[in-house]
């Protein structure tokens, strides 16, 4: 299973705040839209990511003041990707080794996607399934 199945069944659409959003514009989107993570862009390519993890930590940390603040301030800036033609099984280890829940699909330094953990764990529950059904209509015709 590619990263590119997985985008064909679930969209290429890429949420995504410039570094000026306030922390707040952000929460919004990302309680609004329900999705665990935004990437911060400029023209196309991506400067950093602000997950739910981030903004929970930096409100620990710092408080409440920290929502009129620039995503900037807290989005992760080494930002890891992987490509359309990846296997899954590498980007769970890669999601898993670094824990984090989200990468962007990067190909010719554009953004053409994003995937979660959530994603490949649903694409491989439906692989199992397939997997199973065809076992079990291979064992009723033997």
Known sequence: MTVQAILG??????????ADAKVSDAVKILSGRHIGAVLVMKDYR?????SERDVVRVLGQRG????????SEIMTRKVVTCK??????VIMEKMTNGKFRH????????VVGLI????IVKWRVREYEREQEALHEYIKTA
């Open 9 to 18: 069944t679930k969209g290429f659409e890429v949420i995504s705040v410039p």
């Open 46 to 50: 991506i400067e950093g990511i602000v």
């Open 64 to 71: 409440a003041a920290v929502l009129d603040e620039p995503v």
């Open 84 to 89: 359309r033609a990846d296997q899954a099984a």
């Open 103 to 110: 990468l962007p699909v990067v190909e010719n330094d554009r």
């Open 116 to 119: 979660s953990i959530g994603d």
